[in-house]
């Protein structure tokens, strides 16, 4: 039996695996850090609740990520402290982050995150660890239907040039 038969939790994290599942739990303690103050700054309970649903995810993504970097004798990285609440009336206007401002940073964000789960998917040669984030694909590609129905009722969706008229085919 080879190196790599068997169960998958025995066997090792190539460089590639290592390198990008610590790079998912750096960024998911990133995104909690942001997140949270973007809650700070949002106006919109539909936009906080993602924003909460968002956080979520992150935190889940950071600590099965550094269980497994755990697991292979790989030190996570630190925590970040957690941000403390503020007053929307407390920030002033011209340092506030607008609803429409935040819901577009988090759309990119999670379009972001769907190509890096990908990249990792296709990298790995663990089959836990490609199903891992297999498993974070789905839930922030449900993630971002939810924002990007958000950012079309509230209005704030920014669209490219859409082709209005189709150009006429010609027939042979």
């Known amino acids: 039996m080879g190196i790599l038969s068997?169960?998958?939790?025995?066997?090792?994290?190539?460089?590639?695996?290592?390198?990008?599942?610590?790079?998912?739990?750096?960024m998911a303690r990133d995104v909690v850090s942001l997140y949270q103050a973007f809650l700070n700054h949002a106006g919109d309970k539909d936009l906080k609740k993602i924003l909460d649903d968002l956080i979520d995810q992150a935190e889940l993504e950071m600590k099965e990520c550094d269980t497994l970097l755990t697991a292979n004798g790989i030190a996570p990285a630190p925590?970040?402290?957690?941000?403390?609440?503020?007053?929307?009336?407390?920030?002033?206007?011209?340092?506030?982050?607008?609803?429409?401002?935040i819901a577009a940073h988090i759309a990119a964000d999670v379009a972001t995150g769907l190509v890096v789960c990908s990249?990792?998917?296709?990298?790995?040669?663990?089959?836990?660890?490609?199903?891992?984030?297999?498993?974070?694909?789905?839930?922030?590609?449900?993630?971002?239907?939810?924002?990007?129905?958000?950012?079309?009722?509230?209005?704030?969706?920014?669209?490219?040039?859409?082709?209005?008229?189709?150009?006429?085919?010609?027939?042979?």
Do not use: C
């Not at 025995?10 to 790079?23: K, L, N, R």
């Not at 957690?82 to 506030?96: C, F, T």
């Not at 993630?143 to 027939?171: A, H, M, S």
């Open 119 to 172: 990249q990792v998917m296709g990298q790995s040669i663990r089959v836990d660890i490609g199903a891992l984030f297999a498993k974070y694909h789905v839930a922030k590609a449900a993630l971002g239907v939810r924002i990007l129905n958000l950012t079309k009722e509230k209005g704030w969706l920014i669209p490219p040039p859409l082709q209005i008229k189709r150009p006429e085919t010609v027939k042979a």
């Open 79 to 101: 925590v970040l402290p957690k941000r403390p609440e503020v007053k929307l009336e407390d920030i002033p206007a011209g340092a506030r982050f607008t609803d429409p401002e």
């Open 6 to 26: 068997g169960n998958p939790k025995d066997e090792p994290m190539h460089y590639g695996e290592i390198y990008s599942v610590w790079q998912s739990s750096m």
